[in-house]
């Protein structure tokens, strides 16, 4: 998946509603403006403790496709010298909840209701997770991810079902 090229082409979302296509907004409701622009920048993303301290920096994000870099920290390795089993459920988790936002153009909060892996190799990092929208509903959205490392190697896949809230 290449997100440079054109995201909105990369999204393939066949049961998407209107509701996810297009967000409501009017002038009057300038504070969820407001959080939506901070998150569509990253800056929302970027000032989140739990993601700072796994090193995970969302790349893209665009049209219900995301891609999400963890970097290379020895302080997140196991014993075989590669980031732990942990980062890549976190790896995992961001990309598809960053893919889930960035379908609803950054105007809900995305929380976890499922989240399944498949740890395919040990690779050292950085690692990269490409994550897409595949069925939706009004709230619910189901997503795909896979994270590879610098050469493109196939490291973990998971699946994930979220649950979309309006920001507070």
């Not at 969820?32 to 800056?43: I, P, T």
């Not at 893919?99 to 929380?111: E, G, K, M, N, Y």
């Amino acid at each position: 998946m290449d997100l440079t090229q054109n995201p909105r082409q990369a999204a393939q979302t066949p049961h998407a509603t209107p509701h996810m296509l297009a967000a409501q907004r009017s002038s009057a409701d300038a504070p969820r403006e407001a959080a939506r622009a901070a998150a569509a920048s990253g800056a929302t993303f970027a000032a989140v403790p739990y993601s700072r301290l796994m090193g995970l920096r969302r790349e893209a994000a665009a049209a219900g496709v995301a891609r999400v870099r963890a970097d290379d920290d020895p302080a997140l390795h196991d014993r075989h010298g590669c980031l732990g089993r942990a980062v890549l459920m976190a790896l995992l988790d961001t990309a598809m909840a960053s893919a889930a936002i960035a379908s609803v153009d950054f105007t809900h909060t995305a929380l976890t209701l499922d989240l399944s892996a498949s740890f395919v190799a040990r690779r050292p990092g950085p690692l990269t997770a490409d994550a897409r929208v595949v069925a939706c509903d009004e709230r619910v959205l189901f997503c795909e991810a896979e994270v590879h490392d610098a050469g493109g190697a196939p490291v973990a896949r998971g699946r994930g079902c979220f649950r979309l809230v309006p920001h507070a």
